[in-house]
């Protein structure tokens, strides 16, 4: 069992910045891939970034390239998603997700088997 909890959301300004981050609970969090997914009211939830079990490897969806960064930091347990020039599209809830395995392609396939709560992002123009 893995536990996810995201923290870090809030209300910013467009052009503002946040930094998003996910606290993985055990000891297997480097083995796995790691991902971030926003879901805005009324919309299916959407692909925001991926990254690889050894944090070489990211995949980015195409709204997002550019503005925001994947990381993790496998001694901590943890994830991040760094998210610079916000737009009111942004405005969202956040989730973090795991994948079973290390490739961080999966997660933007969306084999994922974990997910966090989620956190709240509202962007104001």
């Known amino acids: 069992q893995a536990q996810l909890v995201e923290s870090g959301g809030g209300l910013v300004q467009a052009g503002g910045s946040l930094r998003l981050s996910c606290a993985a609970s055990?000891?297997?969090?480097?083995?796995?891939?790691m991902g971030w997914f926003r879901q805005a009211p009324g919309k299916d939830r959407e692909f925001v970034a991926a990254?690889?079990?050894?944090?070489?490897?990211?995949y980015y969806g195409d709204s997002v390239k550019g503005r925001f960064t994947i990381s993790r930091d496998n001694d901590k347990n943890t994830l991040y998603l760094q998210m610079n020039k916000l737009k009111p599209e942004d405005t969202a809830i956040y989730y973090c997700?795991?994948?079973?395995?290390?490739?961080?392609?999966?997660?933007?396939?969306?084999?994922?088997?974990?997910w966090g709560q989620g956190t709240q992002v509202t962007v104001s123009s």
């Open positions: 997700a795991r994948a079973p395995v290390p490739t961080g392609w999966s997660v933007r396939s969306g084999r994922i088997d974990y």
């Open positions: 990254v690889g079990s050894s944090g070489t490897s990211t």
């Open positions: 055990g000891r297997t969090f480097s083995s796995y891939a």
